[in-house]
């Protein structure tokens, strides 16, 4: 899949880690970007979080689990999405 082969290297390479990292791309912003349906951009997302390189937050987007981090979570990171009233 060329958008998750293309994340997994920027995310290798420090695109979006550190001071002057970028955000982590929303998956609004990867359907955009790579020019692919939004399940294969949420598709790429979900294999990201279950490898464990990234963790999404209801309302609050995804960001990268730095390495060190990484080697202390499960693989599973997702916060569940708040029940709606």
């Not at 949420?42 to 309302?59: D, H, N, P, S």
């Not at 060190?68 to 499960?74: A, P, V």
Request: net charge negative.
């Amino acid at each position: 899949m060329r958008v998750l082969d293309t994340l997994v290297a920027e995310i290798e390479a420090g695109r979006y880690s550190g001071e002057e990292a970028e955000p982590f791309p929303s998956e609004p912003e990867l359907v955009r970007r790579f020019d692919v349906a939004r399940g294969t951009a949420r598709r790429a997302l979900e294999i990201l979080r279950e490898q464990g390189l990234i963790e999404t937050r209801w309302g609050k987007g995804s960001r990268v689990i730095p390495p060190e981090e990484r080697e202390h979570q499960g693989a599973e990171t997702t916060e569940p999405r708040p029940a709606s009233e």
